[in-house]
């Protein structure tokens, strides 16, 4: 690590606390927001390992990888920044289609969840009414 790098990470130091409670206070509101409805899967969930929010706010959308992908169409258009997340597999690069391995049939559940899974923005210039706004997008999206 370089000097500059060094005294950039000490800067952030100073406010991670701050940092990893605005955090903390977003999946919050995520969660309050989403938690009944059908569609998705929260992180700690049945079948869904907690998630570390500060970190990511992974969502398991219901209904597969066209749903999603409508999902985060509309979000982007509400100006909100989601993403795909564990898209496209380790697998599904090139070397490993020429050895002949099929994700899908080498890896089903890690296949599948990657195309339900979208990441919520969460970081430390929203606010609450900022998670307020993404997860009513989603919700209404339901």
Known sequence: MSEVHAAVGLANLETLDKEIATRREIAAVYQDVLAQEDGLVLPGAAGNPPADPVSYFPLRIRGGERV??????RLV????LARRYFFPLVSEFDAFHRAGVSPAMA?????????EII????????????AQRVATAVRDFL
């Open 119 to 130: 990441c919520l923005p969460v970081h430390g210039r929203m606010g609450p009414e900022d």
């Open 68 to 73: 999603r992908d409508a999902l985060l169409e």
């Open 107 to 115: 890896t089903p559940e890690t296949y599948r969840t990657s195309r």
């Open 77 to 80: 258009a509400r100006g909100i």
